[in-house]
């Protein structure tokens, strides 16, 4: 679908990178070319992701373990990066996120501040590490990771919808600042996708997911990568400031 040497000679950070979608867009982009840093807080699974993604597509993939909501852990990241593209970073994906379900009344001040602080403030702590590195890379892209709950709000969800809500405003506003500094800023907004996560929940497996069945409210791993793909690709030169739904058909989910 992409060329694999499209990102070639590139340098990306993955955030989120130990399971599901993190590393789905982690192997899409190692597979076109581009080199990884990848990090989430386990270091084993990590680990065995990165072997995974030098071994299949032949990029380097550099495990960094770390939590989004330690500003240490984030420099160390960006410090990485910016080392592995020789003061440059051309994409980063902060894509690590956390959900709980809880209603409203029944949360405490913890619970709440805890989501916020993965989904949003670590948002915000990987764009302003990068920062320069971004910058230095003359053409930078970032995707930020929402979710269709931040458009639409759920029960249950009221911290999470809020930060995500939260990081698709972020984006806008990122955008219009970067946009001198040459970096293009978007937002990927999925519906359900079949993550380790979610097929455990719904008894549903990724495997059984025919791509070319537009009739559907599941997607695949793969689906939201190729779309980060197309988001970081000179295709989307144009393109800066939006966050781009994958959901399947609307509002068909039962
Ligand atoms: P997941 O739970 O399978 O993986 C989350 C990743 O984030 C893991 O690598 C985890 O280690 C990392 N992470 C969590 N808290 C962290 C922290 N404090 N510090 C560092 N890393 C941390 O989730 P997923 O389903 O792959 O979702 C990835 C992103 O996509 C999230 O932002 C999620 O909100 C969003 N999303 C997922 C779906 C879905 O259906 N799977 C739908 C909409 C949005």
């Not at 593209?85 to 956390?98: E, K, P, Y």
């Not at 989904?119 to 929402?146: E, I, P, Q």
């Not at 040459?182 to 907004?189: D, K, T």
Request: aromatic fraction near 4%; charged fraction near 25%.
């Amino acid at each position: 679908m992409f060329s694999e040497d499209l990102l070639a000679g590139e340098t990306a950070v993955v955030t989120g990178a130990s399971r599901g979608l993190g590393e789905a867009i982690a192997y899409r982009l190692a597979e076109i070319g581009a080199d990884v840093v990848l990090t989430a807080r386990s270091a084993d699974r990590l680990e065995a992701v990165a072997d995974g993604i030098e071994t299949g597509t032949g990029s380097t993939a550099v495990p960094v373990p770390g939590d989004v909501r330690e500003s240490e852990d984030v420099a160390r990241v960006a410090d990485r990066a910016t080392e592995l593209g020789d003061g440059a970073v051309d994409v980063l994906v902060a894509n690590a996120g956390a959900n709980f379900h809880a209603p409203v009344a029944e949360i405490s001040e913890n619970g709440w501040r805890t989501i916020v602080d993965i989904n949003l403030n670590g948002t915000f702590r990987y764009c302003h590490a990068l920062v320069d590195a971004l910058t230095a890379a003359d053409g930078g892209r970032v995707v930020t990771m929402s979710s269709v709950v931040g458009r639409d709000g759920a029960a249950e969800s009221g911290h999470y919808a809020a930060s995500k809500s939260g990081i698709e405003a972020f984006t806008r506003s990122l955008a219009s600042e970067w946009a001198e500094r040459n970096v293009r800023v978007n937002c990927v907004r999925p519906g359900l996708v079949a993550t380790p996560g979610v097929e455990e929940n719904r008894g549903v497996t990724a495997e059984r997911i025919d791509r070319s069945d537009v009739d559907r409210t599941l997607g695949h791993p793969d689906e939201i990568a190729d779309l980060v793909a197309f988001l970081v690709s000179p295709g989307a030169s144009y393109v800066t400031g939006q966050t781009y739904t994958a959901e399947g058909v609307p509002d068909g989910a039962d």
